[in-house]
């Protein structure tokens, strides 16, 4: 079943506009959220650029698409995120997202790729759309990112648009994968940082030497280069040289 991408509208922006204050002032109040200046780029690392762009992250906490969103919205741009298609699924929070030009991925089925067919008109209108290339929480005990599947090259390859690689580290810590709850109310109470470094742009269609469909086997070189450079990202927030710089291998192939 095919996946359509309906651009918001005025509304659309009003309620994202709204949904986007409530967001943040959410996340005020459980976490700290800082974004890195970088030496002789302090302007790219205040504001995302403009135009059609593919936001990727590392994934390590629930709360990893709202504190995205955050972050982003702070730098100019509203995300359209991809997000699990069981989330679409919740009665009004589904309705919400679509309505906010959200995009459900039937992740490991064949409809998985129809989602990329949305993010393509998504982008087609100039929007910024987010993913996380893991395609799930990170299964890492030390949090560091697995290997990226191969969605979002695949994506950048067929528009054009750069991938932007933003870094997050501290997510775990506002909500993590026990009593998530409670955590939250102690985070009241401690609010723990979440820093996010945003890097350069990386341009795709380069990589491929111009070629939209290359070989199965350069996609995946290129998901590795592009992972790198959000590895290195979150390794210079951690202040640690990561034992896997393409990702930590995953139980089963990274297609």
Known sequence: MSVNWRHPGRSGVVIYSVIA?????????TSRVQVAKHRGRSELARRLPGGPVIVI?????????LLLIHACRRQGRSLRML????????????????????????????????????????????????????GRLTRDPAMWPERAKTGAVRLALRTGA???????VGAHEVVGRRLAVLGLVWNLIRRPNV?????????????????????????????????????ELVGDLRD?????????????PAP
Do not use: Q, W
């Open 21 to 29: 204050t409530v967001i943040a002032a959410a996340v005020g109040v």
């Open 83 to 134: 997000a699990a298609k069981g989330v679409f699924r919740i009665p009004l929070v589904g309705s919400v997202m679509r309505r906010l030009g959200f995009i459900p991925v039937a992740r490991g089925t064949t409809d998985a790729s129809s989602s990329l067919d949305a993010a393509a008109e998504a982008l087609a209108h100039g929007e910024a759309v987010g993913l996380y290339p893991e």
């Open 162 to 168: 750069p991938i932007v690689p933003v870094a997050m």
């Open 240 to 252: 640690a040289i990561p034992a896997h710089p393409t990702g930590v291998p995953r139980e089963e």
């Open 57 to 65: 992250s590392n994934h390590t906490s629930l709360a990893d698409g």
């Open 195 to 231: 820093e996010v470094s945003v890097g350069a742009p990386v341009d795709v269609l380069a990589l491929a030497n111009g070629r939209r469909e290359p070989p199965k086997e350069v996609v995946r070189e290129i998901a590795d280069v592009v992972m790198a450079e959000l590895i």
